[in-house]
């Protein structure tokens, strides 16, 4: 039987996602690695089924490795299919991996999705280590596109301090008018994407122990997003291998835009 998709795009970051309100169809491991194959599937960075769920919606997200995950710039694409569904209008508020988030849809067609709060951020050396619903690695260097990401993204994700389940991996260039370049190299996806939502949101953050305020800009291979917040403290960079600065009000601002919509057969 045809399973019915659409295909969405969040700054380069890109999904199959499907209406399962009604189907409740369950996917295998294998199955989603099928799907979000780029020669043999549809091709994507994850998979997101939209459910029935409370308040609006449950949004159930995979990796192309069949793994889960909170994933920002897919909940911004979840967001906009939503409201493509007539599940929402502009604002909504919907249960995800690592529990309830709000996002509201802006004028210009952005999202500005609420993430949750952070809580402490530890140093490991000279970067950091912060969970912005899924565990990211910030390095910063002196130019971004001269990094070997696959080489040295694995490197850390595979690292043996963060076994088991590994950790993403995100090189940040500073630039000026408080904006920061960004790339990563994805756990589950096990490659570079064009842009992480969570990661982005975390060497947001980071940034703001160098000094930089909210909102940051940042520029990412597939576009360009930005990232508010507001911090609790006034914790800089220190020889302190745990900083407290226990950020709020941190939200992820950006497009997620529908590329095509189809049928595929598992």
């Known amino acids: 039987m045809p399973i019915h998709f659409h295909k969405y795009q969040a700054t380069g970051n890109d999904f199959v996602l499907i209406d399962n309100r009604q189907s409740q169809k369950k996917f295998s491991a294998e199955e989603i ?114 990094v070997d990401i696959i080489a040295e993204g694995r490197q850390i994700r595979y690292g043996k301090q963060f076994q088991p389940d590994g950790t993403n991996a995100n090189f940040v260039e500073l630039g000026a008018n408080n904006s920061i370049a960004v790339r990563t190299y994805e756990r589950g996806v096990e490659d570079e994407t064009l842009s992480c939502g969570t990661g982005v949101t975390a060497a947001a953050l980071a940034a703001s122990l160098k000094g930089y305020k909210s909102p940051v800009s940042v520029n990412v291979k597939g576009g360009s997003l930005s990232v508010e917040f507001t911090r609790d403290s006034d914790a800089t960079l220190s020889d302190s291998k745990d900083l407290a600065p226990a950020f709020r009000e941190v939200f992820l601002v950006g497009p997620a835009k529908m590329v095509f919509e189809g049928d595929l057969e598992l």
């Not at 909504?92 to 690592?98: E, M, V």
């Open 33 to 146: 690695k099928r799907i979000c194959d780029r020669k043999f599937g549809v091709g994507a960075d994850g998979l997101i089924l939209i459910e029935q769920g409370v308040p609006d919606f449950e949004m159930i997200y995979y990796n192309s490795d069949g793994s889960q995950s909170l994933c920002g710039n897919g909940c911004r694409a979840a967001v906009n299919f939503a409201s493509h569904l007539g599940i929402i209008n502009r604002n909504t508020a919907f249960a995800a991996f690592d529990g309830e988030h709000s996002a509201e849809i802006l004028a210009n067609g952005n999202i500005k999705l609420k993430m949750n709060d952070v809580e402490k951020v530890k140093k490991i050396d000279e970067d950091f280590f912060i969970n912005t619903g899924s565990p990211h690695l910030i390095r910063f260097v002196k130019n971004v596109n001269e």
